[in-house]
């Protein structure tokens, strides 16, 4: 099993910047990929910007350009770098991560952390 708690979440005005971080524990060694998500109410999550093993990093969305996804070398945290944040920005932000083993692939979520960009 793995748990992923996040932190770091918080409100700031345009403009400004927020770092988010994920702690996992529990069986690490095996995590190939981690991510973060966020969601809005009525809306579905969406993938913010993602890191695998083999070092791809995709940002799909508005977050290309101003946010920066990266591990520690031990692969048991992941941050956010959030800059130039929007107020469209303003999300439940979740941490996913997921692990593969020889049998199966196994899917996580932390519990979400709040970001508001608000004047």
């Known amino acids: 099993q793995l748990q992923l708690v996040e932190s770091g979440g918080g409100e700031v005005p345009p403009g400004g910047s927020l770092n988010l971080s994920c702690v996992a524990s529990g069986k690490t060694a095996d995590i190939y990929s981690m991510a973060w998500y966020r969601q809005t109410p009525g809306k579905q999550r969406e993938l913010v910007a993602s890191?695998?093993?083999?070092?791809?990093?995709n940002y799909p969305g508005s977050a290309r350009g101003r946010f920066t996804i990266s591990t520690d070398i031990a692969w048991n945290t992941v941050y956010l770098l959030m800059d130039s944040l929007r107020p469209e920005d303003t999300a439940v932000y979740y941490c996913?991560?997921?692990?593969?083993?020889?049998?199966?692939?196994?899917?996580?979520w932390g519990q979400g952390t709040q970001v508001t960009v608000s004047t």
């Open positions: 996913h991560a997921q692990r593969l083993t020889v049998v199966a692939t196994y899917d996580y």
């Open positions: 890191i695998n093993r083999d070092r791809y990093i």
